[in-house]
């Protein structure tokens, strides 16, 4: 008996040891970026170790300046404000359309839910070039609206799902009750299916967030002057202007652009793990 | 009385429709619209600053075979190419992957959540720009692996990845398939859905771990498998900023990175050829639609959907 508990007992103990030596082995490039971003810039290209031989923080400093005249201070401001603004509203209108489709009754709802999910499978590229033309000619280039807009149209089908899911998990009676107690659609969604979809609602924030934060694609195709640049953009001045000495301050803003999706992630960890294993696309 | 009622119905419907009406009117301006908008332009030649011109199939026959006037676009087939191959290396790759970490992670270890969380971190950053503008310092000749692979394997001459058009794209592959915490995610949760007793059932008659994997994991993961499958194919599809960062937007070197998504760029915003974006827009939808209905043709001999599903 106790021998068979040895053998688990080593058995777990490889198992331990394997699981974690993959996870340094998957890990140590951006361990390694961490390392190198306090390195002087001649050991980034010569020093496989992730510690740093001589610590400095001269990349901060100068990563932080930028190239030219705006600095890191202001991508990363524009980089907040369009991912908080986007954040809350897929949050607000995503979550009006999913209290719709889960709760409500009405003509053509079967059919109006079959589009939504189709959309789910849209590749945007049939709509980036007209909503270019449409977003220029009421002159929102350079501007965060074409950005920030559709999300104000529940346009993420992805987080509808999500919510719809929820929501119907949810038990009926309580709302059935406050109807029948004289309560009105909105008062239903605002004072008794919001405060239940806190959780859902949560997963909503984080990854329209997180998923904002690293929309290169928009971001590059709609802001045009670098006092209009988000944090991704600021990244990729750097690299236009690519000599050896950009590598640290790059490598030391790249590090501050994952450092709001590791609070999120770390602080937040089970709201990732149920966004996933309930709908199950991309994170 | 009975029109009353109706009007009740009315009422009440329109009010149901007021909840709807935001995602309603994004659907028609910004998703239905412009859909129907690129199918127009798909037919024009169109420079954005002169009005489009009407010029028939043309643009999806420089696509394939070319017309009188034009060859064939060899570069949008090569980016079809260099897609197809990004996607059918990277989405089984990470799947494998994906599936065997899931089973190491669904043993029984006190550290497991601790785990799980470090192994999704490839996840959750790995899109971003500040990762691919690591790839490009990782793969460089002088960059980290071949640092790794000269200090300690002692090898010597070793190629500069990035630059170099027959491995470059695999440096793409491997950033894929290093981004495998949502299919891992998935595939646990699946994996904690299967009744112990099949494997203890199983082990009484006999079956090893191997005969089991098959036997019982497999076939009960297939619904889910699948469905991971059928998302990863179709957001691997669309991929960008990964071959634009890695490539410095060019998709070099000679174009071996050229994703579909990076070529549509280049040819709509860089060309200024947006009738012909548009018109590889169409092609890629068709191209998505026509994988996915294909899948599920498929997945109805190949997926078991056992009767716990």
Known sequence: MSKRKTTQRINSLILNLFIIALGVGMLYPILWLIGASFKPSNQIFTQASIFPKTFTLDNYVAGWKGIGIVGFGTFFKNSFVICIISAFANAIFCSITAYAFARLQFKGKNIWFA????????????????????????????????????????????????????????????????????????????????????PALITTLLFSFLWTWDDFFNQLLYLTSPHKYTVPMGLRLFLDSSGISFWGPMFAMSVLSLIPAFILFFSLQKYFVRGIATTGIKG | ?????????????????????????????????????????SFTKFNI???????????????????????????FVNSMMVTFKYVFTSVPLKLVFALIVAMLMNKKLKLIPLYRALYYIPTLLGGSVAIAVLWRRLFAADGLLNMILNSVFGLENLPAWISNPQYALSTLVVLGVWQFGSPMIIFLAGLQQIPREYYEASSVDGAGPIRQFFAITLPSLSPIIFFNFVMQMISAFQSFTQAFIVSGGSGGPLDSTMFYSLYLYIKGFGFSEMGYAAAMAWILLIIIASLTAISFRASGTLVSYGSGE
């Not at chain 1, 033309?133 to 987080?159: C, E, H, Q, S």
């Not at chain 1, 107690?181 to 405060?195: N, Q």
């Open chain 2, 49 to 75: 600053r002169t009005p489009p011109q009407w010029i028939g199939w043309s643009n999806y026959l420089v696509m394939f075979k070319g017309t009188e006037t034009l060859p064939r676009d060899d570069r």
């Open chain 2, 1 to 41: 009385m009975k029109n009353l009622r109706r009007k009740r119905v009315l009422l009440d419907n329109l009010s149901s429709y007021a909840f709807l009406a935001p995602w309603l009117i994004g659907f028609f301006l910004l998703t239905l619209y412009p859909m129907f908008y690129s199918l127009y332009l």
């Open chain 1, 115 to 198: 589009i939504m999910m189709l959309t789910l499978m849209l590749p945007s590229h049939v709509t980036t070039i007209p909503r270019y033309i449409m977003f220029r000619r009421v002159g929102w280039i350079n501007t965060f609206l074409p950005i920030v807009v559709p999300k104000f149209f529940a346009t993420d089908a992805f987080f509808i799902f999500l919510l719809v899911q929820f929501i119907r998990g949810l038990p009926k009676d309580i709302d059935e009750s406050a109807i029948i107690d004289g309560c009105s659609k909105f008062g239903v969604y605002s004072r008794i299916l919001m405060p239940l979809t806190v």
